[in-house]
């Protein structure tokens, strides 16, 4: 199902760590043939130079689309990394664009982070909310580690989500909240098609809204 080439429809997902937000997104992408940008990369591409010493906001405004590889940031160095520098206000405003440009372009785009539908698309013809339990969470990261061959501990990735909330909604500069306008989706008991059909049929409804 795909839309004209020619017009912008911006998708927002939000949600904390592990949710299914990704897996949400680049289904909804693929199911609208909209592009798709997992915003968390760009922390993690950011946060990754830093642990390679480099100074974050420099990493920042430096930082181009071919940076963004998922199969060398997918580490937990690299997200907890992203988590901390995530919450630096200048590294926020030298990614702001770059994320706004891309959300714009024609044809529809999918973003998914932790500010989408509140600070960088506050406009977003449609908002959603991915989150489940934090224990359902860190089972999630937990087997994604040991499938990936490391050795860690279930409560050592449980104490890291918790970190990892506490860390994304407490900073001052845009913080990890629910938008007032978006639809909530806890994939807590969902199976992952579940949550998908949910997300299309949350969009399909904006649309219809916007007659589109």
């Known amino acids: ?12 997902i939000d949600g904390p760590a592990a949710s299914g937000k990704g897996t949400i997104s680049r289904a909804v992408a693929r199911h609208f043939g909209f592009e798709h940008l997992d915003t968390g990369l760009l922390y993690r591409a950011v946060g990754q130079r830093m642990l390679e010493g480099m100074d974050p906001v420099e990493a920042a405004q ?7 590889d998922p199969e060398t940031l997918r580490t937990a160095e690299a997200a907890q990394a992203a ?3 995530a919450a630096i206000p200048d590294v926020r405003a030298a990614l702001l ?4 440009a891309f959300a714009r372009r024609a044809g529809g785009a ?7 539908g509140t600070v960088i698309c506050p406009e977003a013809e449609a908002k959603l909310f991915v989150t489940a339990s934090a224990e359902v ?22 104490a890291d989500v918790h970190e990892r909330d506490r860390r994304d909604m407490g900073r001052s500069d845009a913080p990890l909240r ?9 994939t807590s ?18 649309r219809a809204q916007i007659g589109g």
């Open 83 to 85: 988590s901390k520098v």
């Open 189 to 206: 008991r969902l199976t992952v098609d579940e949550a998908i059909a949910a997300a299309i049929a949350a969009v399909n409804l904006a």
């Open 110 to 116: 999918v973003l998914d982070g932790r500010d989408i």
């Open 137 to 158: 969470r860190a089972d999630r990261r937990w087997r994604e580690l040991v499938a990936a061959g490391f050795d860690t501990r279930f409560d050592d990735v449980l």
């Open 97 to 100: 664009d770059f994320q706004r």
């Open 1 to 12: 199902m795909g839309f004209s080439h020619r017009m912008s429809f911006t998708i927002a």
């Open 178 to 186: 629910e938008a007032e306008d978006s639809t909530r989706i806890d």
């Open 62 to 68: 430096a930082l181009r689309a071919e940076d963004l």
